[in-house]
């Protein structure tokens, strides 16, 4: 099995800067595409970002080019988001995602995820 473990969301003003961090456990979770997603209250979880297994190939939702940046450290089984000129609307919580397939955008592909970290943008 695959165990993700989110940390580092909290309470941040509008236009100041946060690090996500997945924690990742399990067999071959460095050979997994990973991900990030996010649910804001009364709306639906949606993809924010995600990466191959080898970092090499990105892709972000619309609402976050530019200002957030997705990256991995294989040798620490780790995933971080780094998100930028934080918004209200940036407001959610934040789930990580892990897929032994390609990466994607439908969160119904993914097999194993965290428990979600809170992410609360001040303005």
């Known amino acids: 099995q695959v165990q993700l473990v989110e940390s580092g969301g909290g309470l941040v003003q509008a236009g100041g800067s946060l690090r996500l961090s997945c924690a990742a456990s399990?067999?071959?979770?460095?050979?997994?595409?990973m991900g990030w997603f996010r649910q804001a209250p009364g709306k639906e979880r949606e993809f924010v970002a995600h990466?191959?297994?080898?970092?090499?190939?990105?892709s972000y939702a619309d609402s976050v080019k530019g200002r957030f940046t997705i990256s991995r450290l294989n040798a620490k089984n780790t995933m971080y988001l780094r998100m930028n000129s934080l918004k209200a609307a940036d407001t959610a919580v934040y789930y990580c995602?892990?897929?032994?397939?390609?990466?994607?955008?439908?969160?119904?592909?993914?097999?194993?995820w965290g428990q979600g970290t809170q992410v609360t943008v001040s303005s």
């Open positions: 995602a892990a897929n032994p397939g390609g990466p994607s955008q439908d969160l119904g592909s993914w097999r194993y």
């Open positions: 399990g067999r071959t979770v460095s050979d997994y595409a």
């Open positions: 990466i191959t297994w080898s970092g090499g190939s990105t």
